[in-house]
């Protein structure tokens, strides 16, 4: 069984940047596409960003282009998010997910999820 | 890209069955079948309980099932259950590669 594990909680002040991990524990995320979704306080989830088993392709959300970048350490099986020139309303829990896959190809859906790293941004 | 729109709640009995809609656009919800449908409690990670409109993964209690008409998408929930209460979010992949959006998101309470 796959558990997605993510980095700790982050607190930055504005302007700064950020950069969380996940990771599977027991397993490996290779092999797996992995998206990022966050959810700012009382918001709904938003989805940030993808990234293919390769690391070669990547796409992002359009009000985050510029400032997102996903990326993956294939030796180990590793995932990042980083985020830069912070603001208030980046404030979110942050999460990773893997799609899932059945024989018949993707399923563009996330099927296993991390358990969340919160990033504060304050001054 | 904007927001798929959902209702702000749905409400039911125990027993009974609610719908919830996902409304969004050819470009998204009508022109594909990637709709996805996840429960959402807060503090917790999302759970996926739909995929590909109406495919439902392993464990997920065959209460639940999904479909879809035109630009709106629906999630059904027969036989409610007091476990059944949370936040519900649609989401529409538009090709490979391509962004993904997530519903405004469905408060459902079992009352």
């Known amino acids: 069984q796959v558990l997605v594990v993510q980095s700790g909680a982050e607190v930055k002040e504005p302007g700064a940047s950020v950069k969380i991990s996940c990771k599977a524990s027991?397993?490996?995320?290779?092999?797996?596409?992995i998206h990022w979704v966050r959810q700012a306080p009382g918001q709904g989830l938003e989805w940030v960003g993808l990234i293919n088993p390769s690391g070669d392709i990547t796409n992002y959300a359009q009000r985050l282009q510029g400032r997102v970048t996903v990326t993956r350490d294939t030796s180990t099986g590793t995932v990042y998010m980083g985020l830069s020139s912070l603001r208030s309303e980046d404030t979110a829990v942050y999460f990773c997910a893997t799609e899932g896959r059945v024989a018949l190809g993707p399923t563009k859906s996330f099927d296993k999820w991390g358990q969340g790293t919160l990033v504060a941004v304050s001054s | 890209q904007s927001a798929l729109t959902q209702p702000r709640s749905v409400s039911g009995s125990p027993g009974q069955s609610v719908t919830i809609s996902c409304t969004g656009s050819?470009?998204?919800?009508?022109?594909?079948?990637?709709v996805s449908w996840y429960q959402h409690h807060p503090g917790k990670a999302p759970k996926l309980m739909i995929y590909a409109v109406s495919k439902r993964p392993s464990g997920v209690p065959d209460r639940f099932s999904g479909s879809k008409s035109g630009n709106t998408a629906s999630l059904t929930i027969s036989g409610l259950q007091a476990e059944d209460e949370g936040d519900y979010y649609c989401?529409?992949?538009?090709?490979?590669?391509?962004?993904?959006?997530f519903g405004t998101g469905t408060k459902v309470t079992v009352v």
């Open positions: 050819s470009s998204d919800v009508g022109g594909y079948d990637f």
């Open positions: 027991g397993n490996t995320l290779s092999g797996q596409w």
């Open positions: 989401c529409s992949s538009v090709g490979t590669y391509a962004p993904y959006v």
